[in-house]
């Protein structure tokens, strides 16, 4: 048995480890192997081919195939190429002899190929129940380091579980590439093996000598042996597990955090609904994704505009260039403007885009305009903006930070409302001898204040002269209805005729009460109103 599988098997018996109970007890034909003092690999298969990093050449397309001893620098010769590293089989953290890569050896194999300036990306190919818990955080911490400077790209072709799916977590995106990728199974586990049977068989008794201060020494294994799991649960599983946790939630802030921490693996889609994983890809697409997204990582920059300037288009065209698509002139695209002039002097106008043919500026972005009608990078304040037009346009800044239309008020139905009737000769009047009175000079001594008394008393005196117009109007009518035509006066249903003596007027003359009866009734307003003072 070679060393590898000695540690194998110590990792194995004596270890905590994040898998699948399923694809454990997998693996129990080769430790019984191990345990009977066999080797439980064939030296003599060689590298599994699955184990091999992929090299893709970014200008001819090229796969070169390396061995974790091969010198990766040397290995990639093209421009934009893509890694991909393997993460096959069980997690473990130190080589095996033609088994699974240690993660030792597979992280120091992610660094290198970040740190040449050939590689554009790497891809981690997962194929993997779970492993050793020692093994996790040597790739994590890896993963978590390249990606700041390259992309780092999970992508699932089967399994991706325990230690896998934490491992995969760190990366920049995680996919499936099947429908049927089994994808989760976040939780720890130990295996514990009793030898003691076994030994006795062979003949052989262990006795276990603690010196008189280790009462707690390896304590919890004892008690796991004799069937009490409670205080390994509490003591390194749980921990271990919430550790676990923390990891994969603090690296995917979207997972569904009341399903997927229990230990439950996801089918497919189902793996992206919970947010185990950020969509469906293959190799291909990724491999272009990464190829293209690297040279052009400078454009991103652009996308968040909605408007590009002119001198952002010369900016890209440059970035375009740069990468081989040389020639490539840009043309913005410019819909149709509505212009909306402001009445102030102080505000420019307004600028909308619409696409063309559309004439309804709400809910339309909007900048403040140049002298030349042009759209500036400039926001509309937030409020109201009255228009030449006779409208006033309502804008606010939403939450993108850009502003838009919100509401645009017609001036026409407002002018309908307040549209004048013609004047009469007798308001024409009133008209001019108010101009009169205002063009007379007024003092400019300030007004003495009134008191509260004199405020109420001339509030009376308004009421009282407004009254009394109103009386001396229903009288004039009652008049009107009174006297006829040709001087002839109806009163009581009795009509009286002759001419009105001269030095006599008409209501002399009849002796019509109604003037008298009105002002009766103005007086005894007035009465009423002089008891208030």
Not at 88 to 93: E, G, P, W
Not at 177 to 193: K, N, P
Not at 437 to 462: F, W, Y
Request: one cysteine or more; charged letters at 25%; a negative charge.
């Amino acid at each position: 048995m070679k060393q590898s599988e000695i540690y194998l098997l110590r990792s194995i018996t004596s270890s905590g480890w994040f898998m699948r109970a399923q694809d454990a007890a997998a693996y129990l034909p080769s430790i019984l192997k191990m345990l009977q003092g066999e080797s439980a690999f064939d030296v003599s298969e060689g590298h599994d081919p699955r184990s091999l990093v992929k090299i893709i050449g970014g200008v001819t397309g090229s796969v070169v195939e390396i061995d974790g001893h091969t010198d990766m620098d040397e290995a990639i010769q093209e421009s934009n190429s893509v890694v991909v590293i393997p993460m096959i089989d069980a997690i473990v953290k130190y080589d095996m002899m033609c088994g699974p890569v240690g993660m030792i050896t597979r992280a120091a194999q992610l660094r290198e190929a970040c740190s040449s300036a050939n590689v554009e990306g790497v891809i981690l190919l997962f194929d993997t129940p779970g492993g050793e818990v020692s093994a996790i955080e040597i790739m994590e911490r890896a993963i978590l380091e390249c990606r700041v400077d390259k992309p780092i790209i999970g992508l699932i072709q089967g399994l991706c579980c325990s230690a896998g799916m934490w491992i995969g977590s760190a990366c920049d995106e995680l996919y499936i590439s099947q429908e049927t990728d089994i994808v989760g199974s976040i939780g720890s586990m130990i295996t514990l093996a009793n030898y003691e049977k076994r030994l006795k068989a062979e003949g052989i008794e262990m006795h276990e000598i603690y010196a008189d201060d280790s009462t707690d020494k390896n304590k919890d294994y004892r008690e796991a042996l004799r069937g009490n799991y409670n205080p390994i649960k509490q003591n390194l599983l749980n921990p271990l597990n919430d550790i676990f946790k923390a990891a994969v939630t603090r690296n995917r802030p979207g997972l569904n955090k009341a399903t997927t921490l229990t230990g439950r693996t996801y089918i497919g889609s189902n793996a992206i609904k919970q947010g185990l994983v950020d969509g469906k890809s293959n190799m291909e697409t990724l491999i272009q994704e990464i190829m293209f997204g690297s040279k052009f990582k400078a454009l991103e920059s652009f996308a968040k505009k909605k408007v590009l300037t002119a001198k952002d288009i010369s900016a890209v065209e440059k970035i375009l260039t740069k990468n081989g698509l040389k020639g490539l002139k840009l043309s913005a695209h410019k819909p149709e403007a509505l212009l909306m002039e402001t009445t102030s002097e102080e505000e420019a106008s307004i600028y909308v885009y619409a696409e063309e043919g559309d004439t309804d500026p709400v809910g339309k972005r909007c900048v403040y305009a140049d002298d030349a009608g042009e759209p500036t990078e400039d926001n509309v304040q937030d409020g109201e903006h009255a228009c030449s037009d006779g409208s006033t346009v309502v804008t606010s800044t939403h939450d993108d930070g850009m502003s838009y239309v919100d509401e645009v008020v017609s001036g026409e139905a407002e002018s309908e409302e307040n549209e004048e009737t013609p004047e009469t000769p007798a308001q024409s009047k009133l008209k001019a001898n108010a101009k009169k009175q205002l063009a007379r000079p007024t003092s400019t001594k300030k007004p003495a204040k009134l008191s509260a008394e004199s405020k109420a008393l001339v509030a009376v005196m308004k009421e009282m002269i407004e009254e009394s117009n109103a009386t001396m109007a229903e009288a004039m009518e009652e008049l009107r209805a009174e006297i006829g035509s040709d001087g002839e006066v109806v009163r009581d249903a009795n009509v009286i005729t002759g001419s009105v003596p001269k030095g006599k007027s008409q209501f002399e003359k009849t002796g019509i009460s109604a003037t008298a009866r009105r002002q009766e009734q103005i007086n005894a307003a007035r009465a009423e109103r002089r008891k208030k003072f």
